[in-house]
């Protein structure tokens, strides 16, 4: 059974994340990836394994080590659906900022 795993959810876990940013500027093996943290190498096994469903990281093997590298163009899908929100909350914040700015509770 084939389960189409949430690109969200798959962000929502702190140690995905990280995955995400220790193979952002180079691909690395599942052995060098999980030597930097602190869980068994299943555990990061299975992060590996939902990252590439959602097609958040790809791979490719080289003899007998497979690679892990970041998915830029999903990359670049995600961050395109999150920027119109960005923007949204940037804007409330900005004016609330001048509000708060000219904001005198003694008047």
Request: glycine share 2%.
């Amino acid at each position: 059974m084939n389960l189409r795993r949430d690109v969200f959810q798959a962000l929502a876990d702190p140690t995905r994340r990280a995955i995400l940013l220790l193979v952002a500027s180079h691909s690395m093996t599942a052995g060098a990836i999980a030597s930097n943290f602190d869980t068994a190498r299943p555990t990061v096994s299975k992060h590996l394994q939902i990252l590439t469903e959602c097609e958040l990281l790809e791979q490719h093997q080289n003899g007998r080590e497979i690679y892990y590298y970041i998915n830029a163009k999903k990359m670049k899908e995600v961050a395109d659906f999150i920027e119109p929100f960005r923007t949204l909350w940037d804007d409330r914040f900005n004016k609330l900022e001048t509000i708060m700015k000219n904001y005198n509770p003694e008047k």
